[in-house]
């Protein structure tokens, strides 16, 4: 019974993860944009509750983290209507949508600390999955993008930036992404390419052995066909497994039948002559 209903599960998880795509590289990175929703909107979801409880145990109320509650209703909303993109089959559209909606939660969670650089690693998760989602380049492009939005936020709001040695950070983390994302895809590609040279081979294969079948099936009729003509049986014995498989023919001279003959020595002997039973 549990067997069945974790195989129940695995069907719904992958009924909802699953997108309208061809291509099997869009068919990964919708996949995992699906698996990326699932995972942090429940996460952005707990985040308001907490709000509103230590908005009351401080004594702060919620007003204190408005910023925080927008971002992270912002997100669950926008979530929504990416995994419906992503489930038409618009994965590249759906994950650029993405990473700019998670830049732009995080950057009205703290509009200030952002221009002070402090919540600027809070950006290596949009920065890695760019690199993830989107293209191995995709991870520069977007820390370049932030790094630019943090400036101009700490120029509008006259604030002195803090964030020289954490922009070097994002960029290294950025770096390191696009290493790793290009082989990943590298090898994925290899990969695909040997699957379909395996499917070639496959098919190859079972064509020749069906050609194979066809011919020894035609080699049988035709010398069941000559036994027939020649009224001649033929029969062969496995003297290890005392096994004995006898011709259509040589079942018709005998005037017996598969069901009726046993198929071992002894069967065959009670169809011998006494006379003919010391030479056997």
Not at 9 to 32: D, H, S, T
Not at 62 to 76: H, N, R, V
Not at 111 to 135: D, K, N
Request: aromatic share 12%.
């Amino acid at each position: 019974i549990m067997g069945r209903i974790n195989v129940v599960k695995i069907g719904l998880i992958n009924k909802y993860l699953e997108i309208n795509a061809i291509n099997p590289e869009e068919q990964r990175r919708g996949r995992l944009l699906n698996i990326f929703i699932f995972g942090l909107v429940p996460i952005s979801a707990l985040i308001i509750p907490a709000i509103l409880i230590i908005g009351k145990i401080f004594s702060r109320g919620w007003q204190a983290y408005a910023p925080t509650l927008w971002a992270s209703m912002i997100f669950i909303f926008g979530s929504f209507i990416i995994y419906w993109i992503n489930r038409q089959g618009k994965v590249f559209l759906a994950n650029i949508l993405f990473i700019m909606l998670l830049v732009i939660a995080i950057t009205v969670a703290n509009i200030e600390a952002m221009g002070h650089g402090r919540t600027l690693f809070y950006f290596v998760i949009p920065i890695l999955l760019a690199s993830a989602l989107i293209h191995p380049n995709a991870g520069m492009i977007f820390a370049i993008l932030i790094t630019a939005e943090s400036i101009i936020i700490a120029i509008q709001l006259e604030l002195v930036p803090e964030y020289y040695f954490t922009a070097i950070g994002l960029f290294a983390i950025a770096f390191v992404s696009w290493i790793y994302s290009s082989n990943l895809e590298n090898a994925l590609k290899e990969l695909r390419v040997l699957n379909i040279e395996l499917d070639h081979r496959v098919s190859r294969r079972t064509e020749e052995l069906a050609c194979a079948n066809e011919i020894l099936r035609a080699r049988e009729k035709n010398l069941a066909d000559a036994q027939r003509i020649a009224h001649i049986g033929s029969w062969e014995w496995d003297i290890i497994d005392d096994t004995k498989q006898w011709s259509e023919e040589a079942y018709r001279i005998s005037g017996l039948s598969s069901e009726k003959f046993g198929g071992k020595q002894a069967d065959f002997l009670k169809l011998v002559p006494q006379l003919d039973e010391n030479v056997w």
